[in-house]
């Protein structure tokens, strides 16, 4: 009887389609897909590689959540929002089943993975590139609960262009940029969000080192706490 209990409280307090705490993850790592350029074969099996170590890496009762950016205003909804459950190994002895549930949480975010990278290697150049917007969007829908450990993974060659602002025009001084009325529009709240980024190779003769310092400047500006930066091989 006490057995029955415990599970029935244990799913009283957990969503069942996204195995999330109903009172909200512990964690949120969220990851930005930048589709507004296609990607090599190379890319694509670094890109697999770096969110299959993600996924691997959440915490029970954290969360991943996986976006897209593309030419379109507004960010879409995730392609994976899903909390790791945690394992077996974990020793949970009122949940009869942390094995299956393990092997669902996987294939919750391999499929859309698998599904993301091939859609990659086809994407033509887009006319617009709103990496800002989007990463504000997420600021707004993931990163609310100061109280969650918070991660933002950006995978993008960092070339922002919209109608209002374009890094392939020219790279302004960074609190110029803020001062303006697109800076003050786009600018995300990101105090303490911990925030990586994976840099793809533009096929603009316009990445360059001064675009990155820009982009570096902007997330330290702005309060995140920059944790680093590497770019894809390929």
């Not at 029935?8 to 930048?34: M, N």
């Not at 450990?149 to 110029?176: C, G, I, N, W």
Request: charged content about 25%; proline content about 4%; overall charge negative.
């Amino acid at each position: 009887g006490i057995y029955f209990v415990l599970v029935k409280s244990e799913r009283d307090q957990i969503d069942t389609a996204t195995f999330c705490p109903k009172d909200g993850p512990l964690s949120v790592t969220t990851v930005l897909i930048d589709r507004t350029d296609g990607i090599n074969a190379v890319q694509g099996a670094d890109l697999r590689d770096l969110l299959l170590d993600t996924a691997a890496a959440i915490p029970p009762h954290g969360q991943l959540r996986i976006y897209e950016v593309t030419a379109s205003e507004g960010l879409a909804a995730p392609i994976v929002s899903v909390c790791n459950p945690g394992s077996a190994k974990d020793g949970s002895f009122f949940d009869e089943n942390l094995k299956r549930k393990q092997q669902k949480y996987e294939e919750r975010f391999k499929g859309p993975i698998d599904d993301l990278i091939r859609g990659m290697k086809t994407d033509a150049k887009a006319d617009s590139s709103p990496i800002m917007e989007a990463i504000q969007e997420i600021s707004v829908q993931d990163f609310a609960n100061e109280n969650a450990v918070r991660k933002l993974l950006v995978v993008s060659d960092l070339m922002q262009h919209t109608a209002s602002f374009s890094l392939y025009k020219d790279v302004p001084d960074v609190e110029a940029f803020r001062a303006s009325a697109y800076g003050r529009k786009v600018e995300p709240d990101l105090l303490g969000v911990e925030i990586e980024l994976h840099i793809l190779v533009s096929s603009s003769g316009k990445q360059n080192d001064e675009v990155g310092m820009f982009w570096f400047s902007w997330l330290t500006e702005i309060g995140a706490n920059l944790l680093g930066s590497r770019t894809l091989h390929g």
